[in-house]
């Protein structure tokens, strides 16, 4: 689709295009825009720009170092309402400070089919970037820096996705303000390769179906990669690490793929599913976290299958009366915690693993039992059900653990496992 729309733009544009030197001084950029010509180029000289901007036509809009565009505070700074439109290479401050008008430091419009934002840097708008409703949109190579003047729910996001089919927000560095990538009420959409520090979700999804979030960084934020009220989403290759909260949550999320994840050092949970159904995870590696996976409120019929569970306080966190199997055709999860055997040499264990006991059902219902873990009483009811798994009440089971946990490759680089 973005392929069909440039085409129609280049035939809809000059032979000739011309080549517009815009001097630094206020309103210069509007008034070399009023006498463009679609497909021309405007090249923005070293200097600060103060004003607004509106690309109502397809034009090439570029600066270079030292090319400033400060939107004193009014509003977006450049707002594109034209298809075929290119950004590059500008600084841009100074949005206004309105959630009701989503002041933004670059906002594509409905009418901004197939814009291409690449290379700029966004310094303390309000939101760095709003695709709302463009089509085709590419976001790449962008530095956005978000607010630190509010309290981070009343910041807005680094990029803003709403109702904006095939838009790709790729490689992009974002920083501060409220959440890196908020997506809402769009589909097929895809993130890329992007790093995400002191945010308060890394990747936000509400009610966007049919995309991916693939290769990207989360260091340091609150939580890492969220999906919620959606289906049919990947989330392949990422890497969390240090997330406060979570590094993946799947919150009403149905038959989505989790794949080949790294994550590590997350205060409370690795992986968390509420009321998410019929997703695969399979090759993600999950460690050194409070809690290597939390599921709960009715999550059903999961495959769960050659992931690496290393040196998590909790493995596994999962209360039911029946037992859930997570393994396949022979071939299960690694468990640091599994002191177990291989006689044959196949690099399955030769016994089912149950990552948690009775004990840890009380301890989850009933917090208050913490108290008697050092109790004789608490060490013969956990010896007891060693020796005799009968009397387990149900939960987890791995009937072909994995000696080994398996090779993960994430972001084109080989993982290595802390110590």
Not at 308 to 321: D, E, H, L, M, P
Not at 353 to 368: E, I, K, Y
Not at 382 to 389: G, I, L, T, Y
């Amino acid at each position: 689709m973005r392929a069909l729309w440039i085409a129609l733009v280049c035939l809809a544009t000059p032979l000739f295009a011309a080549e517009w030197d815009v001097p630094v001084q206020p309103g210069a950029i509007a008034e070399t825009l009023n006498r463009a010509a679609e497909g021309d180029t405007l090249r923005l000289r070293p200097g600060t720009y103060t004003e607004t901007v509106v690309l109502d036509r397809p034009v090439r809009l570029e600066g270079q170092a030292g090319t400033v565009i400060d939107g004193q505070g009014q509003g977006s700074v450049i707002t594109v309402t034209a298809p075929g439109v290119y950004v590059g290479g500008l600084k841009v401050v100074g949005s206004g400070s309105s959630h009701e008008t989503i002041d933004a430091g670059i906002k594509l419009t409905e009418g901004a089919v197939g814009a291409e934002i690449r290379d700029n840097t966004l310094i303390g708008n309000l939101y760095g970037i709003d695709i709302h409703g463009a089509r085709d949109a590419m976001v790449a190579g962008n530095r956005i820096v978000g607010r630190q003047d509010r309290r981070v729910n009343d910041r807005g996001n680094g990029v803003y996705v709403w109702n904006a089919p095939g838009a790709v927000v790729e490689g992009n560095d974002i920083r501060f303000g409220r959440d890196g990538i908020f997506v809402n009420s769009s589909k097929k959409n895809a993130f890329r390769n992007n790093l995400f520090r002191d945010l308060r979700f890394a990747v936000h999804y509400m009610y966007a179906n049919n995309s991916e979030v693939t290769g990207n960084t989360s260091i340091g934020n609150d939580l890492g990669y969220a999906v919620m009220f959606s289906k049919r989403v990947k989330v392949a290759d990422n890497i969390s690490i240090g997330d406060r909260e979570h590094g993946v949550m799947m919150n009403y999320a149905n038959n989505s793929e989790i794949t080949g994840n790294y994550v590590r050092g997350t205060k409370e949970k690795c992986a968390f599913l509420y009321n998410s159904n019929k997703n695969i995870f399979t090759g993600n590696h999950f460690e050194g976290c409070g809690i290597g996976i939390h599921f709960t409120a009715g999550s059903d019929g999961n495959r769960i299958v050659g992931n690496a569970f290393i040196g998590n306080r909790t493995q596994v966190k999962y209360v039911s009366s029946r037992w859930v199997e997570w393994s396949e055709d022979g071939h299960g999860n690694f468990w640091s915690d599994l002191a177990a055997y291989d006689l044959n040499a196949d690099g399955i264990a030769d016994v089912p693993f149950r990552p948690n006991d009775s004990m840890d059902h009380v301890l989850w219902t009933q917090p208050a039992a913490k108290l008697l873990l050092g109790s004789p009483a608490v060490q013969l009811v956990r010896w007891s059900q060693s020796a005799f798994p009968a009397l387990l009440p149900g939960g987890v089971i791995d009937s072909y653990p994995l000696m080994q946990p398996p090779a993960l490759t994430t972001n084109g680089k080989e993982i290595s496992h802390a110590p």
